[in-house]
Nanobody, 124 residues
């Protein structure tokens, strides 16, 4: 079993930056793919970014490509999402996810473990 706890959310003005963190515990973190998803009010949860266990392979949604960066520190069992040039449409609850197969994918049903989420609000 893997437990995931997100942090770093908050309120920021458009054009600003935030860095989300996700601390994992419970199993060998380094063999897992890690990802971020988000859910805006009234919308379905959507894929944001994902990383292989080594960090060598990453995947991004088109809407965040070039603005968001996923990274991980396996020694700290932590994955990060650096969010730059934030837009009001990035407002959502952001969820961290993990899966045992190390290949990063956008398909939600393939992700096995989920955090509780952290709120990100971008004001215009």
């Amino acid at each position: 079993q893997v437990q995931l706890v997100e942090s770093g959310g908050g309120l920021v003005q458009a054009g600003g930056s935030l860095r989300l963190s996700c601390a994992a515990s419970g199993r060998t973190f380094s063999s897992y793919a890690m990802g971020w998803f988000r859910q805006a009010p009234g919308k379905e949860r959507e894929f944001v970014a994902a990383s292989s266990w080594s960090g060598a392979s990453t995947l991004y949604a088109d809407s965040v490509k070039g603005r968001f960066t996923i990274s991980r520190d396996n020694a700290k069992n932590t994955v990060y999402l650096q969010m730059d040039s934030l837009k009001p449409e990035d407002t959502a609850v952001y969820y961290c996810a993990a899966k045992r197969n190390s290949i990063p994918v956008a398909t939600q049903r393939l992700w096995e473990y989920w955090g509780q989420g952290t709120q990100v609000t971008v004001s215009s």
